[in-house]
């Protein structure tokens, strides 16, 4: 079985050789390398041509900007029946692949991806690990937790068949690809080893931007699984109501840091009058804030630092 690692490069000559020997040194020796040059200005392009002239990579270029359009790109081309996402400055442990396909069998093959674990690695070099959550997958890619871009192994049929990445997100790029798999799917496998090492680093991504957009895409799209779930799964929403509008609502106060009034607005739109946080108990001061003044003058509060 063929599983196809596709790289989308911006910038990267500091890291992509280590990431490279890291997929080189995988005990899983079915691969083809699909590098995806996203308009480097440095090395980039020089080093992914050397590695091309060997044979040990298929080099592509993007021009259109973003990691959603050079994964595309690789998707395009790649013959691999799984997808091995891998963003430049991160590492794969041995194991990685090799581990995830044996968690297949023929009962579960048919999966839209594995959701994988891994390590957050700081630029100190410390390490955190991060375990996808079990609990539900709706409830997990809502949270953020059902692993992640290159901790995960995704099924290519699948993927190509809700049309890939949307290139017109400049975040939550990975939360929207999980939630319309899980649309068409709902069928996932969990892997709780982290074998993959997600750096941090400071500059020189591909996606960036700045944070009220980011939150406002966070945001909207936490919204269409909400509208998704109440139409098209009335009993889990009636029975899970309270926990998606108890997250919606803390989402809404870190976009309230960065816009409040637009905060204010979905806020308005999106809850009831009978609406009570449930954080820091009934008579917390927040609490008796939000009731007392509504969401927009308890968050203005909030943002004088007062007790909250």
């Known amino acids: 079985m063929i599983v196809s690692v596709i790289i989308p490069c911006y910038n990267v000559e500091l890291y992509i050789s280590e990431c ?9 020796k079915d691969l083809e390398i699909i590098c995806v040059d996203n ?15 060997k044979g040990k990579i298929i080099f592509l270029k993007e021009t259109s900007a973003g990691a959603s359009c050079a994964r595309n790109r690789g998707l395009s081309v790649a013959k691999g029946q799984w997808i091995q996402f891998l963003d430049a400055d991160d590492l794969l442990l041995q194991n990685k692949i090799a581990h995830q396909i044996s968690l297949l069998s023929s009962e579960n093959s048919s999966a839209a991806f594995i959701a ?5 690695q700081k630029t100190d070099g410390t390490r955190t690990a991060v375990v996808p959550s079990e609990e539900d997958p ?13 901790a995960n192994l995704f099924n290519a049929n699948s993927i190509r068949e809700v049309g890939g990445w949307d290139p017109q997100l400049k975040s939550s790029q990975e939360s929207d690809l999980m939630f319309r798999l899980l649309k068409k799917y709902n069928e996932v496998i969990f892997d709780f080893v982290p074998l993959t090492i997600i750096r941090e680093r400071f500059s020189g991504q591909i996606s960036q931007g700045d944070p009220r957009k980011n939150w406002l895409q966070y945001l ?8 998704y779930l109440s139409r098209e799964c009335s009993l889990y929403w009636l029975k899970e109501k309270a926990f998606y509008e108890q997250r919606l609502f803390t989402f809404l106060r870190i976009l309230a840091k960065y816009d409040l009034e637009k905060a204010s607005k979905l806020f308005e739109e999106n809850f009831d009058r009978n ?15 939000f009731k007392l003044f509504g969401f927009k003058n308890a968050e203005r509060i909030r943002q004088f630092k007062f007790l909250i």
């Open 275 to 289: 609406f009570v946080p449930s954080f820091g108990g009934a008579f917390s001061f927040y609490n008796i804030l």
């Open 20 to 28: 490279l020997e890291s997929v080189f040194s995988q005990s899983y």
């Open 220 to 227: 909207q799209l936490r919204l269409n699984i909400i509208a």
């Open 138 to 150: 709706f409830k997990a890619v809502f949270l953020t937790q059902l692993g992640n871009t290159c």
């Open 39 to 53: 308009n480097s200005t440095d090395r980039t392009v020089e080093i992914l041509n050397e590695y091309s002239l």
């Open 116 to 120: 994988g674990a891994c390590y957050k």
